[in-house]
């Protein structure tokens, strides 16, 4: 089904964070190290993007809590919706992750050991807040072809992608973020067929992540499926990327072909 071109689109940095810097990898691996994470969501603030994401991706992995420090510096230079995660363990982590500066948690690994914690979350701090982030691969081992991974990308579940989403929101997550393993970092494109399944199968608002590449993989995202909102990562910072673009030049584009985004404030 298109996308409703009508809604508002959201672009979203997404910063994969070891030890207080950004970094980036191809699939969950071969990381390397990009910039301070405070100084890049600065950049960003400023070149307009929409949305912040912020993972601090070996927390739950090294069985340890979020990078709060990190967290405050960056949230000290932005003035955009701001999601963290990555070792939130219960509600006295969400609370003081939000207390540092992020206006949304996302819950991932954790959510599938104790799916608890996005009906704790969305009780105590609203489901506008709380976002089921889910690393997605295709194995054919499930009803969807899709299956769950947590640690990283590491650990197969077992569980069904869409199974899981649509058991999420009925526990009150308020956006889901999908991310496809297998584009992850290889800026060939969405998996587009991954988020049409998502979207017969859940009403919150999707964020496709995995793939993106150049302005007309947005294109294709946001005309031929219902996702809300993509994070890009590779084609703004990467220096893996072909060429990096501006947040201009991808809304610039994006108007030219008819999706509706925020406009750019000069």
Known sequence: ???????????IACFDIINGRVTKAVRFQDNIDVASAAELAGAMYDAQIDEIIFYDITASSEKRGIDMETVKKTARRVFIPFTVGGGIKDLNDMYETLKAGAEKISVDSMAV?????????????????????????????????????????????GLDVIEWIRRAQDLGAGEICLNSIDCDGTMAGYDLELM??????????LIASGGAGKPEHLRDLFVNTQAQAAIISSMLYSPRAGRNYSVRELKDYLVQNNVNVRPFEE
Do not use: H, W
């Not at 506008?128 to 081992?141: D, Y």
């Not at 049409?196 to 608002?205: D, I, N, Q, T």
């Open 113 to 157: 050991r104790n799916p608890q914690i996005i009906s704790d979350g969305a009780k105590a701090f609203g489901s506008q807040c709380i976002v089921l982030s889910t690393q997605a691969k295709r194995t054919g081992k499930t009803p969807s072809a899709y299956e769950v991974f947590i640690d990283g990308a590491r650990t197969a579940t």
């Open 196 to 205: 049409s399944l998502a979207e017969k199968a859940v009403s919150v608002p």
């Open 1 to 11: 089904m298109p996308g409703d071109n009508m809604l508002t689109k959201r672009l």
